[in-house]
């Protein structure tokens, strides 16, 4: 458990397209690194290590989490012109960047839900729009981890870590 947090990320292109992803992150998988693999947070065993969520799985049978206690929820904002099927089909698309750094995701426990917004401002292709947000949402999880300060006890990333964000 760690208290969520929220964090946004940005990247803007010389042809002037913007698109940004803010997260709040309180997933039941761990949050792996997808650069590294390392595993930044996640639950923990009674000796205070992370433990990989699909061994506790595995171990638990049932979980029993309370329902509704996790969720990761983002939005997509760009300055690019999308419809509203095409700004579904992004928030589609900005679903990788959990499943790049979230395991297990989507899971019946979580809530995952993303949201895109477009202001209309530049002519861009929906394939590219889609698969830049991946990316900035990825790393829009990845900072919000390494941000989140433990509560009640219960350590987080930077409770463990540097204090690198």
Not at 51 to 70: A, C, F, I, P, Q
Not at 82 to 107: C, D, E, F
Not at 110 to 136: H, R
Request: glycine share 10%.
């Amino acid at each position: 458990m760690y208290e969520g947090r929220t964090w946004l990320c940005i990247r803007i292109y010389p042809n002037g397209l913007v698109v940004g992803a803010i997260v709040a992150v309180n997933a039941l998988g761990e949050v792996r690194d997808p650069q590294t693999g390392r595993i930044l947070a996640g639950a923990r065993d009674n000796d205070g290590m992370i433990r990989n969520s699909l061994d506790w799985m595995l171990e638990m049978g049932r979980l029993t989490v309370s329902k509704g206690t996790n969720t990761t929820i983002g939005v997509i904002a760009t300055n690019a012109h999308l419809n509203k099927v095409q700004a579904t089909k992004v928030s589609a698309m900005a679903h990788n960047g959990l499943a790049r750094t979230i395991y297990p995701v989507h899971t019946m426990l979580d809530g995952d839900t993303i949201f895109t917004l477009a202001t209309g401002e530049i002519e861009a292709s929906v394939d590219l729009v889609g698969s830049i947000a991946a990316e900035v949402m990825a790393d829009a999880i990845i900072v919000a981890i390494r941000a989140a300060k433990g509560i009640a006890g219960i350590p987080a990333y930077q409770d463990l870590n540097d204090k690198e964000i």
